[in-house]
């Protein structure tokens, strides 16, 4: 379906050296400049291109693709702030506005905001907001262990707040951050911990369970058999734990507990050896 807004693979009509004029469906066939397709780019050809409204209300095209589009949630920088409202780098020459009644709070050229790309309703433009509860719902069909896709959305006195999957919020507490680099708008893997009564949802970086801690237990076998010693341990720095295993400190400490209470090795303070 084509949509404003939204990339869509258009099929070219007709190219000069000028560009290229592509088949958009219900909005006819739409220019879009030669710097802007593909070198190469004949009649019959198909081509990304991105479509939106320009500021006279019609629908144009271009060959640029956004970092966002319409529907989408993603971490943009501010260019410049105007008197209505800021301008987003979204990867295209025309920067995506935030409006200051879409602002949650007031953003400064240089910040980094997550935001959520709509379309107004007044004239079809392509708009940014910070006011994201507004477009995210209530979590559903989540459960423990659940593997989810998260964005950084904020740091906050407990943790984290991540968008989880593009619908709903949740919280990585610091304990569950330890040996991660966490920062606005880092998008990455993560686990669901537990969702509670009042709906809110505690989130793991590491893979919960026994199961994890048997892929980690297995990596440190595997290190002792061939080197002989594992030069980390209980005092170790998290980050010379993650560099290693890929794992946060808690879920190297949970993978040595299970090999002690099986015998398989004995533990020092900064490194683990075979028993």
């Not at 971490?75 to 008197?83: A, D, E, G, Q, R």
């Not at 006195?157 to 610091?174: R, T």
Request: aromatic share 6%.
């Amino acid at each position: 379906m084509i949509e404003v807004g939204k990339v869509a693979q258009l099929q070219v009509a007709s190219f000069n050296d000028h560009g290229a004029m592509v088949a958009a469906g219900k909005f006819g066939e739409l220019f879009v400049p030669a710097k802007e397709c593909p070198k190469g780019t004949q009649a019959g050809d198909w081509i990304e291109v991105f479509l939106f409204r320009d500021q006279r209300g019609d629908v144009v095209a271009s060959g640029q693709i956004p970092y966002a589009q319409a529907g989408e949630f993603a971490c943009l920088t501010v260019k410049t702030v105007n008197n209505i409202g800021a301008f987003l780098d979204n990867g295209m020459a025309k920067e995506l506005l935030l409006p200051f009644a879409e602002q949650k709070r007031p953003v400064e050229p240089g910040q980094n905001v997550v935001v959520f790309v709509t379309i107004e309703q007044q004239k079809g433009r392509l708009v940014a907001s910070t006011r994201l509860n507004k477009f995210l719902i209530e979590p559903e069909g989540l459960r423990p262990h659940q593997k989810v896709k998260l964005l950084i959305e904020a740091r906050t006195d407990i943790g984290y707040k991540a968008i989880i999957n593009d619908q709903s919020f949740g919280m990585v507490l610091f304990d569950e951050a330890e040996g991660h680099q966490l920062h606005i708008g880092k998008k990455l893997d993560g686990w669901v911990k537990r969702v509670r009564d009042s709906g809110k949802v505690d989130l793991s970086l590491t893979k919960l369970g026994f199961a994890r801690s048997k892929d980690i237990s297995e990596m440190i076998m595997d290190l002792i058999e061939i080197e002989g010693v594992v030069e980390l341990g209980d005092k170790s720095d998290p980050e010379d734990i993650k560099a290693e295993f890929g794992c946060s400190k808690k879920a190297f400490k949970s993978a040595v507990g299970h090999l002690l209470k099986a015998g398989k090795i004995k533990a020092e303070p900064t490194r683990l050896l075979k028993a």
